[in-house]
């Protein structure tokens, strides 16, 4: 199971009293549209005539607010501008002091901030900071970017100008969505790793991490802010600064295949279309004699859907999945992990019995999760399984703010592809290309990033320390 990191949410209500009276209200359906990007925890910050209140905790959208406790937000829920956030964090750092956005006093002002990514030099200017006397509350990289932000404020003549200052200090990965007293901002790195873009609800703005979450929202989609871009939303309309714009861009295509929602659209393409066409070349690349094709719900459905449409072998509906386990309880312990597999996921013995079946799901990490599948689907009576997945192997680290291992743990890195198969109890096993990337992405307006499958960073990641292998107390989000 792959984590994303976090989903990202602002609103700014620009004099709409329809929206700002029921601004809390509005960034929580957003949220809950974002929750598949991170389920640890969440948190909004609403400015109500420049007071910035907040709530944040440990949990999912719906454990973490209530009716009651988004009226205590702003006035009475309502107000001028809101952020919102949904994180992951890995085992052992789900502390609520590193639940977002954070919001902070500083001597210009009040800042509320929400990131979503990892900066791949947060130890060198947490490091940097410390020694010129900053103070941490928490062991998260997003508190180094604030840190770099207002003390780019004391010199800059606007918290956008700070930003784009910053922009020169942080490395890695970084969608933000900030809030000062009058002015919400939204923010892509250089090479937009991770997914960014623009609504508007009539005359208000909206950001989020996808447009699924504009939708949920009532807001209309505009348009992706563009890698390195920093857009302002403020008393005079939408304004922006581009000057970090321009250079290589590399957004996750991992966003496309397995982290983002099927009914978002993220730099021009359509995540279910994407899926559907990654399914259409994996029937191609890697053909198979079976009787049906199956998807693990839910990422493997619409590429199990497009093999199924390629090949001619028919689709069905062969496993499903629960949708009230807890997502924390799963995360807990590897031996969880494992026997969650069956809580969550239930093959339909009249579907796959007696069937030579092609199982198509989005990736393999370690494997475990791959071979407890194949162990149900043969108890239920598939006489072959043939799995397929609609990503290349991973074969390297992300240091770009997801859980893709340290390379020891990941399968493909240690093992070739008949060992694979042997040890996830396979027929047959086949992954999509590596080249198949940049056409399932056919039509991106912005370049891709394929590093877990090459080995090819697009930023130089010598000396990164993957989070796992800190030595210091810094997680990333
Ligand atoms: S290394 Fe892989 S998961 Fe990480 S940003 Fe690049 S494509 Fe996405």
Redesign the pocket.
């Known amino acids: 199971m792959i984590h994303e990191e976090c989903g990202l949410f602002g609103i700014y209500a620009d004099g709409n009293a329809a929206v700002s009276d029921d601004l809390a209200y509005t960034c929580y359906t957003g949220l809950c549209a974002l929750q598949h990007r991170g389920q640890e925890s969440a948190g909004i910050a609403l400015n109500s005539g420049g007071v910035i209140t907040s709530r944040r905790d440990l949990g999912l959208v719906s454990d973490v607010f209530t009716q009651e406790n988004l009226k205590k937000l702003g006035t009475d829920g309502g107000g001028e501008i809101a952020v919102g956030h949904v994180r992951y964090a890995t085992t052992g750092n789900k502390r609520r002091h590193n639940a977002q956005p954070l919001v902070v006093k500083h001597i210009k002002g009040s800042l509320a901030l929400g990131h979503n990514g990892n900066l791949t030099n947060a130890a060198a200017l947490r490091r940097e900071l410390e020694l010129r006397g900053s103070i941490f509350h928490s062991s998260s990289d997003t508190e180094v970017i604030i840190h770099t932000i207002v003390r780019e404020r004391l010199s800059a003549g606007s918290i956008e100008k700070a930003v784009e200052a910053a922009f020169s200090k942080l490395q890695g ?1 970084f969608s933000l969505v900030l809030m000062s007293r009058r002015k919400l901002i939204a923010c892509r790195d250089p090479n937009g ?1 991770r997914p960014l873009c623009i609504g508007a609800i009539g005359k208000s703005i909206v950001f989020a991490s996808e447009s699924c979450a504009l939708s949920a929202a009532g807001a209309e989609f505009v348009r992706d802010v563009a890698p390195g871009e920093i857009v302002v939303a403020g008393g005079n309309g939408i304004s922006g600064i581009r000057t970090h714009c321009g250079k290589p861009s ?1 957004l ?4 496309y295949v397995y982290f983002a929602r099927p009914d978002s659209v993220i730099d021009g393409v359509s995540v279910h279309d994407a899926r559907v066409r990654a399914g259409k070349i994996l029937a191609k690349e890697c053909p198979a004699e079976a009787d049906i094709v199956i998807g693990v719900p839910d990422s493997g459905l619409d590429a199990a859907l497009g093999y199924s449409l390629a090949s001619g072998i028919p689709y069905d509906a062969g496993m499903i999945k629960s949708k009230y386990v807890g997502r924390t309880f799963i995360a807990s312990s590897q031996e969880l992990r494992e026997s969650a597999v069956r809580i969550k996921l239930n093959p339909i013995k009249s579907v796959v019995n007696g069937k030579r079946v092609v199982l198509v799901d989005d990736s393999i990490v370690r494997g475990t999760t791959s071979s407890r599948i194949i162990e149900l689907l043969r108890r239920a009576g598939a006489k072959e399984v043939h799995m397929r997945l609609s990503c290349p192997a991973f074969r ?1 680290p ?5 859980d ?1 291992d340290t390379r020891e743990n990941l399968i493909a890195h240690n093992h070739g592809l008949y060992e694979i198969r042997d040890i996830i109890g396979a027929d047959s096993l086949g992954f999509l290309s590596i080249d198949a990337l940049s056409d399932i992405s056919y039509g991106c307006t912005s370049g891709l ?5 090459s080995g090819d ?1 697009p930023v130089d990641v010598s000396g990164v320390q993957l989070k796992t292998e800190f030595e210091q107390d810094i997680d990333t989000d």
């Not at 992300?398 to 997801?402: E, L, Q, S």
């Not at 990033?449 to 499958?453: G, I, L, P, S």
């Open positions: 990965a790793f590399s996750c295509v991992f966003e390297h992300c240091y770009f703010g997801t893709i990033c394929k590093a877990c499958f960073y």
